[in-house]
């Protein structure tokens, strides 16, 4: 896709030990992106020195942090510095080397024909990747997806934690950017924000491209954390959708089938222990009355996950919103970090 010449394009790139990677991205970026910043979390090989010293791309700003907030906590300082710049649509790349920066019109071109309002990669759309990917990498991803899956309400997406992103600015204004993870869930707490707000994503397909770069994402390690979040994150969002915003037949299904299902939990026990303390077997009566509330209630769940899955945002959002919203602050009242701006020109 060609991308306009009037559309304003920013990319940031989150920089911590990349500077094996960084210059080679860099100068892999196309004509079409306006503004590149590149953010230095307080890297101890001082990425944003270097590229200050050997690029003289008139786009690049380098933003320094005095401390180290996590890939997390650096995108959301490109983020918010991007908004400052009027850029209408910002991409995210890792600056490890692991993303094509050639494929950013792909990125781009649904948002600025109005499909969508965030797009993100996908590696696991092409059978032949994803058989040359390790078996603990797979069903890691294929944990991740399902729970993420259910916290944001966005059921066809795949590969959370992929990093390759574009954004509409005027959706990336109404998000509380000072709320939003900062270490390696962000990717993932950035989908139940834009959950939040009813933003349009889609999955692009892409490539994986693996070379000496070391990730410091072990999904081992973080599994659990990941876990946790995404299930604190199912709760903020049923309440959010379902009886805060809303109160439909969804919500009374979903209701109706939890009470059945723990009544049937608390008969049944109450009836398995009575029957183990006499040695009398439960009556049939017994037995249905606590088998059928399950039988209710899974029903119930069930059409409350449809229900669920038809009303994923399918129509973008920021075709409706007025550019003085894409303008707004969303630094919130949290103190900025300190940071030092650098233009590498």
């Not at 990498?137 to 916290?151: E, H, I, Q, Y």
């Not at 222990?273 to 009398?280: K, M, Q």
Request: charged residues 20%.
């Amino acid at each position: 896709m060609t991308v306009p010449a009037d559309a304003s394009i920013a990319v940031v790139i989150p920089c911590h030990r990349v500077t094996r990677h960084i210059l080679s991205l860099l100068n892999g970026i196309g004509r079409e992106v306006r503004h590149i910043i590149v953010v230095d979390d307080c890297c101890p090989d001082r990425s944003g020195e270097l590229v200050t010293a050997l690029c003289r791309d008139p786009r690049i700003t380098v933003i320094t942090h005095a401390d180290n907030l996590g890939v997390g906590g650096a995108v959301m300082t490109g983020y918010r510095h991007a908004l400052a710049l009027g850029a209408d649509i910002v991409v995210k790349l890792d600056g490890d080397g692991q993303m094509d920066p050639a494929l950013i019109p792909q990125f781009v071109g649904p948002i600025l024909d109005g499909q969508a309002d965030y797009t993100k990669g996908n590696r696991f759309t092409n059978i032949e990747d994803v058989r040359a990917m390790p078996a603990a990498r797979l069903f890691g991803n294929a944990v991740l997806s399902f729970v993420t899956k259910a916290s944001s309400g966005y059921w066809t997406l795949f590969d959370p934690t992929n990093g390759y992103t574009a954004i509409h600015a005027a959706v990336l204004a109404r998000l509380p950017l000072d709320k939003i993870r900062q270490r390696y869930f962000f990717e993932s707490d950035m989908l139940f924000r834009l959950g939040t707000v009813r933003a349009c994503v889609i999955d692009i397909p892409m490539a994986a491209i693996y070379g000496d770069e070391e990730s410091g994402l072990k999904i081992g390690r973080v599994l659990g954390s990941f876990l946790k979040g995404n299930l604190v994150n199912v709760g903020k969002r049923v309440f959010y959708n379902y009886f805060l915003r809303d109160f439909s037949i969804a919500s009374v299904q979903l209701l109706i089938g939890i009470a059945a299902l723990v009544f049937a939990l608390a008969f049944g026990l109450h009836g398995w222990i009575a029957s183990v303390d006499t040695g009398t077997p439960a009556s049939t009566g017994t037995v249905m009355l606590a088998g059928l509330p399950v039988i209710v209630g899974m029903q119930l769940l069930l059409s409350f996950l449809a229900f669920d899955i038809a009303a994923m945002p399918n129509r973008a959002l920021h075709p409706l919103l007025t550019p003085r919203l894409r303008a707004r602050s969303t630094a919130g009242p949290k103190a900025e970090p300190e940071l030092r701006v650098v233009d590498a020109a």
